[in-house]
């Protein structure tokens, strides 16, 4: 999916790090952008469960926050 990800974004070497910027798509469907959005948002994808590639990219930002804070040390407020 990052392989995908980053021909369709022009992001090179798309990764965890690059799925904020992506998953700001949805603030642009939550305020009716929705005819501005490309094609390959909505698309769904059968290896996925066919999701589409908008799902992914949120529980890829899901478990991206998870990673974050998966420890007590990590979980701690400095």
């Known amino acids: 999916m ?3 990800l980053a021909e369709k974004t022009g992001i090179a070497n798309f990764s ?3 799925v904020d910027s992506v998953y700001d ?3 642009e469907l939550d305020n009716n952008m929705t005819d501005k959005q490309p094609p390959w948002v909505f698309q769904t ?3 996925y469960e066919n999701s589409s590639t908008l799902d992914i990219i949120s529980e ?3 478990v991206r926050f998870m990673t ?3 420890s007590p040390d990590k979980a ?3």
């Open 60 to 62: 890829l930002r899901r």
């Open 2 to 4: 990052f392989k995908v």
């Open 25 to 27: 798509i949805t603030r």
């Open 16 to 18: 965890y790090v690059n």
């Open 68 to 70: 974050n804070f998966d």
């Open 76 to 78: 701690k407020v400095k």
């Open 45 to 47: 994808w059968a290896q």
